[in-house]
């Protein structure tokens, strides 16, 4: 297996060298390298033989996999039958380069202690990051509040991309949801683009006074409201023609981003548009993608991780929608359309 990196994708794992470095050398000594040695390993009976709990592992694998090094086959949604190989000769040119004498002299070289240089003791469960280092899903107001508007920070990209797709996107529109939608900053530059849409924002009832706050200080605040809800807890709002999820269905396993996928089905009226904009696993990211998996293995309540666009195409098209693309932009959008009455 060979892997040819972009710049883009070269800079970033560089920037995160020592964490890759910490990955392999926990690889080879809790046994991984081992085990994936005399061939294919099954995840449930990997994290078995590890003592390892298997989302941690799962998570901690993707790391090997974002560096070209382990190769994976997800046959379904259980995690535990993913199977795993190892490129010929990883173990043997991770001893040549970080064998054990190296592991035991820098271990105390991370300023990180709780997780960085304890990976071993993070799949095991004997170490891992608190409440205090890391809260998901949040479980105050106030958690969420700071959550919500941490991640309306990072949707330049997306804002970008569905802005260069919009002429296609908005016409004939009329009501636009934004599920998951932060404090409404990407529905307010959806209505910059698209005078005769009115937007509402879908969240916990605790983000309306984000949304709030930025309807107040939009240009259209007449076009710009809030719904109150769990997405967990009951079905979509129904009335609209157009919806999103946007960095949302990442956060989620599969049978999750599945039944969110058909709530979007079954709320949206006959012909509506769903939008779907998150950063997909592509060559170029990943490095980001290895730096999520390495920042939750110690996370047991977390379970981000970057999928292929084809995954969600695939899935839309199960669960009933057509006319299915992805878009390009800095992050790809994919747009889906359900089935006008009759059809």
């Known amino acids: 297996m060979s892997v040819t990196l972009s710049p883009r994708a070269l800079m970033s794992l560089l920037v995160n060298g020592p964490k890759a470095v910490d990955v392999l050398e926990t690889a080879l000594a809790v046994g991984l390298l081992d085990a994936l040695e005399a061939g294919p390993g099954r995840l449930g009976d990997l994290a078995e033989r590890l ?9 901690f694998l993707d790391c090997l996999e974002s560096l070209g090094v382990v190769e994976r086959d997800e046959p379904g949604d259980d995690i535990a039958q993913a199977v795993y190989r190892a490129v010929p000769g990883l173990k043997d040119a991770v001893l040549s380069v970080v064998g054990p004498d190296a592991i035991e002299r820098d271990r105390d070289r991370y300023p990180w202690r709780r997780l960085h240089g304890r990976l071993a003791e993070s799949l095991r469960g004997e170490v891992g990051m608190t409440e205090d280092d890391f809260v998901w899903p949040p479980k105050t107001d106030e958690q969420t509040a700071a959550f919500e508007r941490s991640m309306s920070a990072g949707v330049g990209p997306a804002v970008e991309t569905i802005h260069r797709h919009a002429d296609e996107l908005w016409s004939g529109r009329r009501r636009f949801l934004d599920v998951g939608g932060g404090d409404g900053t990407l529905a307010v530059r959806v209505l910059d683009d698209a005078p005769d849409l009115r937007a509402d924002v879908f969240n916990l009832p605790a983000v309306g006074p984000l949304v709030e706050q930025t ?35 990442h956060d989620w396993p599969n049978d999750v981003a599945r039944r969110l996928v058909e709530k979007a089905y ?78």
């Open 51 to 59: 003592g390892a709990r298997p989302l941690r592992l799962y998570k």
């Open 215 to 249: 309807r107040a200080g939009c240009g259209h605040p007449d076009r710009l409201g809030f719904v109150g809800g769990d997405f967990f807890a009951g079905p979509l709002p129904t009335g609209y023609d157009a919806m999103a999820f946007v960095r949302v269905l």
């Open 266 to 343: 079954a709320a949206l009226e006959p012909g509506g548009l769903l939008l779907i904009c998150e950063e997909f696993r592509t060559p170029d990211r990943l490095a980001i993608q290895f730096f999520w998996s390495y920042f939750l293995v110690g996370v047991d309540s977390a379970f981000s991780r970057l999928r292929e666009a084809e995954w969600y195409t695939g899935l839309l098209k199960e669960v009933g929608f057509e006319r299915i693309e992805v878009l390009p932009g800095g992050w790809e959008l994919v747009t889906a359309y359900k089935p006008a009455t009759g059809a």
